[in-house]
């Protein structure tokens, strides 16, 4: 018997297994040979404020004095790196422009407006004609996310979690006040299940006979063009319609074409349209000439209807809990939410840190869409 079985090993399940180990025993149950193999190990790693549902945005705040000051032990170098955030608006975009500055108003990134000529100081790049305006981020940082996964994995081993890889969880039934969780290897009994599957989410709850919550995975590709050492003050660069973005990465520039393809379940492999869109896009917008690619890769950004995370006790399964819906925003936000997790599976209030971030779990609790 163990208390808490975690599904798996992404950055939603490792956060979870950290926040819950020192209160019981853990199994981290992971489908895959290695951990982080599906949309963690594929994602941009930025943190920013201004990014994401209203009701998740709090718990980016939340997470910040973790990623500035991790646990001590768990990493041997910084997590954060300054970067900035640039949102960049031809003339025809300046409205989402101004809508998108609103936003970071409310969420208090601490963003301002710059004209073309600050712009252009920061990124001598952008090609004059195509810059009508842009909201800068000074705050947005990069995220080592294979650090800050490896830390969570660290925190749970210390307090004595077992990580299982190569077990995929193939049945889930009620059993007495617990569950009974099932692998191709053996059975174990359980007080509690944390659901953090992520595309699959709705898939693992209906081994349990749980209705789904309506999880999309979409898909979005990231790629690596060769860079220059001198473009390695730039911010991110992001157009407000969410048409591509690209920021330095070393030596090289990783970007995308930020485009959200309705997917299944899987393994996704790049589809080189959308990184020839992409290139031909970033192209137009900058003097950059990009013309080859390093590599390439295509993650999957699972989202719920609302485009909110689901944390919580599913209302007609007790002892049942989703921790899924990280959209485009799960690695910078999952101290936050790997502390709201323990704090419900614990049946205790949410941590005062998170309720002083603006934290609010009705805003994310899966009862919404039942
Ligand atoms: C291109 C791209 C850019 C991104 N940029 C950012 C960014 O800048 N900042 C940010 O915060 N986020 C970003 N994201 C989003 C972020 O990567 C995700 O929100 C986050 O990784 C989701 O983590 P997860 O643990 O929920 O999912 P996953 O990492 O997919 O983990 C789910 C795990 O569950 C396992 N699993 C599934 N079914 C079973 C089963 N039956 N039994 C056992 N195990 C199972 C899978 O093998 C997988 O390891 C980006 C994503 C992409 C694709």
Same mark, same amino acid.
């Given at each position: 018997?163990t208390?808490f079985?975690?599904?798996?090993?992404?950055?939603a399940?490792?956060?979870a297994a950290?926040?819950?180990?020192?209160?019981g025993?853990?199994?981290?149950?992971?489908?895959?040979?290695?951990?982080?193999?599906?949309?963690?190990?594929?994602?941009?790693?930025?943190?920013?404020?201004?990014y994401?549902g209203?009701?998740s945005?709090?718990?980016?705040?939340? +997470?910040?004095?973790?990623?500035?000051s991790?646990?001590?032990?768990?990493?041997?170098a910084?997590l954060l790196?300054?970067?900035?955030?640039?949102?960049?608006?031809e003339?025809?975009?300046l409205?989402?422009l101004?809508?998108?500055?609103?936003?970071?108003?409310?969420?208090g990134?601490?963003s301002?407006?710059?004209?073309?000529?600050?712009?252009?100081?920061?990124?001598?790049r952008?090609?004059?004609?195509?810059?009508g305006?842009?909201?800068?981020e000074? +705050?947005?940082?990069?995220?080592?996310?294979?650090a800050?996964?490896?830390a969570?994995?660290?925190?749970a081993?210390?307090?004595g979690a077992e990580?299982?890889?190569?077990?995929?969880?193939t049945?889930l039934s009620?059993?007495?006040?617990g569950w009974r969780?099932?692998?191709p290897?053996?059975?174990l009994e359980?007080f509690?299940v /944390?659901n953090?599957t992520?595309?699959?989410?709705d898939?693992?709850?209906?081994?349990?006979?749980?209705?789904?919550?309506?999880l999309?995975?979409m898909?979005?590709?990231?790629?690596m /063009?060769p860079g220059?050492?001198?473009?390695a003050r730039?911010p991110?660069?992001?157009?407000?319609?969410h048409?591509?973005?690209?920021?330095p990465d070393g030596v090289?520039?990783?970007?995308s074409?930020?485009e959200e393809t309705?997917?299944e379940?899987g393994?996704?492999?790049?589809?080189?349209?959308d990184v020839?869109?992409a290139?031909?896009r970033?192209?137009?917008?900058?003097?950059?000439?990009?013309?080859?690619?390093?590599?390439?890769w295509?993650?999957?950004?699972?989202?719920?209807?609302d485009?909110?995370? /689901?944390?919580?006790?599913e209302?007609t399964?007790?002892?049942f809990?989703?921790?899924?819906?990280q959209?485009?925003?799960?690695i910078?936000t999952?101290?936050g939410?790997g502390?709201?997790?323990?704090?419900?599976v614990?049946g205790?209030?949410p941590?005062?840190d998170?309720?002083?971030?603006?934290?609010d779990p009705?805003r994310?609790?899966?009862?919404?869409?039942r």
């Amino acid at each position: 018997m163990t208390d808490f079985v975690v599904i798996g090993g992404g950055i939603a399940g490792v956060a979870a297994a950290a926040h819950l180990a020192r209160h019981g025993s853990v199994t981290l149950l992971e489908m895959e040979s290695s951990l982080a193999y599906h949309t963690t190990g594929r994602s941009a790693a930025l943190f920013v404020l201004n990014y994401g549902g209203e009701g998740s945005r709090p718990l980016a705040v939340a +997470s910040r004095a973790f990623l500035e000051s991790p646990p001590e032990g768990s990493v041997d170098a910084p997590l954060l790196t300054d970067r900035g955030a640039l949102w960049l608006a031809e003339e025809f975009q300046l409205e989402q422009l101004r809508k998108i500055a609103a936003e970071g108003v409310a969420s208090g990134a601490g963003s301002r407006l710059l004209d073309r000529d600050e712009m252009l100081s920061l990124v001598p790049r952008l090609r004059p004609e195509r810059v009508g305006a842009g909201l800068y981020e000074p +705050s947005a940082r990069d995220i080592d996310v294979a650090a800050l996964h490896q830390a969570f994995v660290r925190i749970a081993r210390r307090h004595g979690a077992e990580i299982r890889l190569s077990s995929p969880v193939t049945g889930l039934s009620k059993l007495g006040q617990g569950w009974r969780v099932s692998t191709p290897h053996d059975d174990l009994e359980c007080f509690a299940v /944390v659901n953090a599957t992520g595309a699959w989410g709705d898939r693992v709850a209906a081994m349990a006979g749980i209705g789904p919550i309506g999880l999309q995975p979409m898909r979005r590709t990231a790629f690596m /063009v060769p860079g220059d050492r001198d473009f390695a003050r730039w911010p991110m660069v992001v157009d407000v319609d969410h048409r591509f973005y690209f920021r330095p990465d070393g030596v090289q520039l990783l970007c995308s074409l930020a485009e959200e393809t309705p997917s299944e379940p899987g393994d996704p492999r790049p589809d080189m349209e959308d990184v020839a869109l992409a290139i031909d896009r970033i192209n137009q917008a900058t003097t950059l000439e990009i013309r080859s690619v390093s590599s390439q890769w295509t993650g999957l950004r699972t989202f719920a209807p609302d485009r909110e995370l /689901v944390i919580g006790e599913e209302p007609t399964a007790p002892g049942f809990f989703w921790l899924v819906g990280q959209g485009g925003i799960g690695i910078m936000t999952s101290p936050g939410y790997g502390a709201l997790i323990a704090s419900q599976v614990l049946g205790t209030s949410p941590p005062e840190d998170l309720v002083r971030a603006g934290v609010d779990p009705a805003r994310t609790s899966p009862a919404r869409f039942r």
